[in-house]
Every structure is written in C-alpha cells, then in structure tokens.
C-alpha cells in the first residue's frame, strides 16, 4: 500500500503562491488516483482537485478553479498542488490522498480515497 508524505505548506500572504507537494512511495505509483483535500478548523474536510492515473483527468472544487492546478509525476512518485491568488479562506491543513480504485473520471468524494498523508497546513494571513 502505498504511504504518502505532504511537504511545502507555511505561511503566506493573500494574493500570495504556494507549490504544495505529495511524495509516496511502497506502491506502484501510477496505480492510484490522486487528491488533494483539506479541512479548516471546525469545518469537514473538503475536496480541492483530483487527478487520474495517467494525469489526462483533472478536476478542481468551484472554490479554486482558476487559481490551482493539480499535476503528477509518475516517474519521480509525487503528486503537486500549485496554489496562487491565495484568500484567507483557503487557510486549512491540505492532504494528500490516492485511490486505488481509480475509476474515470477522478472521484472527488473523501470517502473513495483508500490512504492519506498526515497532511501540511497552508495559512493565508490578510
């Protein structure tokens, strides 16, 4: 199974950019369908974008379109979320997660995702 470790998340001023990162490894990497969640103090956590095995599907929640793009590198086992135009709102803890099942088009609901990094907090200061 594979193990999933978040990096590159810290404290940023809104209107700022962050690359947060997702390093796994134990497992074929282009196995899983990959997402990016996270949860903001009392609220439940939430969908930020999914990308599919091969990276040819991606999808992103209405509340980033525009400002995230999700990518994959099979070959170097990692997944990255590049954030920019940040708001206060996006402040929360971001996980990682894979999906082993993997289907088309990649799945956006938490409960589908099999395993999750302990997660990276990115905080949005105005």
């Known amino acids: 199974q594979v193990q999933l470790v978040e990096s590159g998340g810290g404290l940023v001023q809104v209107g700022g950019s962050l690359r947060l990162s997702c390093a796994a490894s134990g497992g074929t990497f282009s196995n899983y369908a990959l997402g990016w969640f996270r949860q903001a103090p009392g609220k439940e956590r939430e969908f930020v974008a999914a990308i599919s095995r091969m990276g040819t599907n991606v999808r992103y929640a209405d509340s980033v379109k525009g400002r995230c793009t999700i990518s994959r590198d099979n070959n170097k086992n990692t997944v990255h979320l590049q954030m920019s135009s940040l708001k206060p709102e996006d402040t929360a803890v971001y996980y990682c997660?894979?999906?082993?099942?993997?289907?088309?088009?990649?799945?956006?609901?938490?409960?589908?995702?099999?395993?999750w990094g302990r997660g990276t907090q990115v905080t949005v200061s105005s």
């Open positions: 997660a894979a999906d082993r099942t993997a289907t088309l088009p990649a799945r956006i609901t938490a409960a589908d995702y099999d395993t």
